[in-house]
């Protein structure tokens, strides 16, 4: 069963929050929260009228997404174990695995602005298209029986900086990780 919904930007400006209603999860809102302090860096928080709540808090530069370099996840108050490999090449070896409630999830990029979401017997696909602020979407296709855990997490990475993931994302890391260490270095000699 392949089913699908679209999410539309929020009215705040400069912020990449989506919201939109789905027939059969209701209403869902993925924004970052103001609440979390500067010890907490930056977060991306879903939620909505039939799916928890979850929360991914990390840090980032400039204020902008959250990073998933330490990043740590919350779903319905309960932590959620987060794994990479910043080192792999492949795509496959790339994504990010969850478990949750002893499920395993993976997160793996398509492209800058498409990601598949999956665990066994389920396939999520969140597609951003569109130019300008106005005609911004989210598109999320389902491919098979979810349930509401699912798609909070699904739709919870929209808000992430998900470049890591990428091989071109992994590279400019890699070396912005080495140049800091670098200079760091430097700087304490």
């Known amino acids: 069963m392949t089913t699908s919904f679209e999410m539309t930007r929020a009215h705040t400006r ?3 929050d989506w919201s939109g209603t789905s027939e059969e999860f209701g209403a869902i809102e993925v924004f970052s929260p103001k609440d979390l302090g500067p010890k907490d860096g930056t ?9 928890p709540t979850a929360l991914l808090t990390g840090f980032s530069l400039f204020g902008g997404d959250p990073r998933l370099t330490g990043a740590q996840l ?3 108050d309960e932590k959620v174990r987060l794994r990479r490999n910043p080192w792999a090449v492949s795509r ?18 398509v492209s800058r602005k498409k990601y598949a979401f999956t665990r066994p017997g389920l396939a999520v696909t969140v597609t951003e298209s569109g130019f300008g602020r106005k005609r911004r979407r989210l598109t999320v296709v389902i491919d098979g029986p979810a349930e509401p855990v ?6 919870l990475f929209s808000r992430v900086n998900r470049s890591q993931l990428t091989l071109g994302g992994a590279f400019r890391a890699g070396f912005s990780t080495i140049f800091n260490l670098l200079a760091d270095n430097a700087a304490r000699s």
């Open 14 to 16: 400069r912020t990449r």
């Open 43 to 51: 977060g991306a928080k879903v939620q909505g009228t039939v799916i």
């Open 74 to 76: 919350w779903v319905a």
């Open 92 to 109: 496959e070896r790339r994504a990010l695995r969850l478990t949750n409630e002893g499920v395993d999830y993976r997160c793996t990029a």
């Open 150 to 155: 699912d798609i909070s997490l699904a739709v």
